[in-house]
């Protein structure tokens, strides 16, 4: 089992910016996945970002410029720094991790981002 424990989320005004922070414990895998959905009500969640252990990253269309999607090994700890946010960015974001090996998915409580003047 692997436990993940978001962090981060909050109130921002629109131009403003913040960092979420998902951390793993447990039985973690030498090979994994890290991603970021986020879900609105009444729609489907939706792949925001994504990085390899390798550090490769793939982005939603939408925030590609504005977000950036880390990770540091060594602390099993990903990062989602998001900039420039917008109105549209508020919702619901969760912590995906995905074993390379197996394919097991875990997913963190979500944590709640609005942006609003």
């Known amino acids: 089992q692997v436990q993940l424990v978001e962090s981060g989320g909050g109130l921002v005004q629109p131009g403003g910016s913040l960092r979420l922070s998902c951390a793993a414990s447990?039985?973690?895998?030498?090979?994994?996945?890290w991603a970021w959905y986020r879900q609105a009500p009444g729609k489907e969640r939706e792949l925001v970002a994504g990085?390899?252990?390798?550090?490769?990253?793939n982005y939603l269309y939408s925030v590609k410029g504005r977000f950036i999607n880390s990770r540091d090994n060594a602390k099993n700890t990903q990062y989602l720094q998001m900039n420039n946010l917008k109105s549209e960015d508020t919702t619901v974001y969760y912590c995906?991790?995905?074993?390379?090996?197996?394919?097991?998915?875990?997913w963190g409580q979500g944590t709640q981002v609005t942006v609003s003047s």
């Open positions: 447990g039985s973690i895998s030498d090979i994994y996945d």
């Open positions: 995906n991790y995905e074993d390379v090996r197996t394919r097991q998915n875990y």
């Open positions: 990085i390899t252990r390798g550090g490769a990253a």
